[in-house]
């Protein structure tokens, strides 16, 4: 897991001040443990599918997808 972005802007959330972190982490989905879903509701969602988020959410998500997309075409150009 690598930390991406803080979200530190002081507008961000209209009812607060709201501090947020992102950080991403690649694994195989395969392999991932169903069992630890229930615990907090979470679901995955392909990108196509992803439900419209609240905020300034979509950037939070945004960000991680063009850094990822950006490295893995990097990385590609020299094989």
């Given amino acids: 897991m690598k930390q991406l972005y803080e979200f530190i802007e002081v507008d961000r ?3 607060e001040r709201t501090i947020s ?3 991403y982490a690649l694994f195989d989905l ?3 443990n169903e069992n630890i879903i229930p ?3 979470a679901r995955w969602f392909s990108l196509k599918n992803a439900p419209k988020l609240i905020l300034d959410w979509s950037i939070m ?3 991680p997808i063009a850094r990822l997309r950006k490295k893995g075409s990097e990385q ?3 094989v």
Wanted: hydrophobic share 35%; aromatic share 6%.
């Fill in 13 to 15: 959330n209209p009812a």
């Fill in 21 to 23: 972190v992102a950080y």
């Fill in 30 to 32: 395969a392999s991932h």
């Fill in 39 to 41: 615990v907090d509701s």
């Fill in 61 to 63: 998500v945004e960000k």
């Fill in 76 to 78: 590609t150009n020299g």
